[in-house]
């Protein structure tokens, strides 16, 4: 038994680096409007070409000290953080899900929610290239598995599509309410980011949404008593909707039990 959770353990890490290595370049080159397929990895100050030995996820960047082969510039602490984050993610997916399906979905939401957060942590953006696939594709697996037998979704809670349903409304919907209450307040990024939250976590997205707003508002207050920020300076939401979906995949429902118990 432990050498099988081994073998497990072992591919996800392996999988989860270089599915990370490839996130670092949907994060880089999407936001730029670059093929994510051409050309081939390659140093994003002098342009030269990787060789598959500089191109290692995590260990590479450790080998090269952060720098280029080539050009001997430094080379963004982004890259083996988003591959380690990837793996800690992935496995911490699997140890909460084990071997089954709502894993594969946990782990599909996971990586959009990390790519998400850093690209609109770093370019105040929530691209249409990678939220509107997502919620066009995840809602087509999830009714695949339904009419094989597998209903996985939503992740958190009751599954079924009319939960699938009540989330996606929920978390879009709330969103854009706050929108057009108060224009500029909410990109359309974020409302659909809130979405496709709710297409994973059904109701439960309240709780992710509580979370996002919660951090964001502690944000918000640490950057205009240390950092001089403003209220006009804008903060980017999405890194704070994805942890808080994050810490909902992971303690949805206790966190709700716990809520619970204190207002009672």
Same mark, same amino acid.
């Given at each position: 038994?432990?050498?099988a959770l081994i073998f497990i353990l072992s591919v996800i890490i392996a999988f989860a680096l270089a599915t990370g290595s490839f996130l670092n370049?949907?994060?880089?080159? #999407? =936001?730029?409007?670059?093929?994510? #397929? ?5 140093? =994003?100050?002098? !342009? ?31 890259? =083996? ?11 911490? &997916? ?21 790519? $998400?957060?850093? $690209? ?15 919620? $066009? #594709? ?18 958190? !809670?009751? $599954?079924? /599509? ?56 502690? &944000? ?24 808080? &979906? ?12 716990? /809520? ?5």
């Amino acid at each position: 038994m432990e050498l099988a959770l081994i073998f497990i353990l072992s591919v996800i890490i392996a999988f989860a680096l270089a599915t990370g290595s490839f996130l670092n370049v949907i994060i880089y080159r #999407v =936001p730029r409007k670059e093929s994510i #397929v051409w050309p081939g990895s390659h140093c =994003p100050k002098c !342009g030269e070409g990787l060789s598959w030995y500089d191109n290692i996820p995590l260990l590479s960047w450790f080998w090269l000290r952060g720098r280029c082969r080539h050009c001997g510039r430094p080379i963004s602490w982004q890259y =083996p953080l988003v591959e380690l984050t990837t793996a800690l993610l992935l496995v911490a &997916a699997f140890f909460k899900f084990g071997v089954d399906l709502k894993f594969i979905f946990a782990a599909l939401m996971l990586l959009v929610l990390l790519t $998400v957060a850093v $690209v609109d942590a770093q370019r105040q953006i929530i691209p249409n290239r990678i939220i509107l696939p997502s919620l $066009v #594709v995840v809602p087509i697996l999830a009714v695949a598995a339904g009419l094989a037998g597998r209903q996985a979704m939503p992740i958190v !809670g009751s $599954v079924g /599509y009319l939960e699938m349903a009540i989330g996606f409304v929920l978390g879009g919907g709330l969103l854009l309410i706050i929108a057009m209450v108060r224009p500029g307040g909410m990109g359309g990024g974020d409302i659909k980011l809130a979405a496709f939250m709710g297409i994973f976590l059904g109701r439960y997205v309240l709780i992710a949404l509580f979370i996002g707003f919660l951090l964001g508002s502690l &944000a918000g207050i640490i950057s205009m008593a240390f950092f001089h920020k403003s209220r006009k300076d804008l903060l980017p939401f999405g890194p704070y909707l994805s942890l808080g &979906a994050m810490l909902t995949l992971f303690f949805g429902y206790e966190l709700f039990q716990w /809520y619970i118990g204190f207002i009672l």
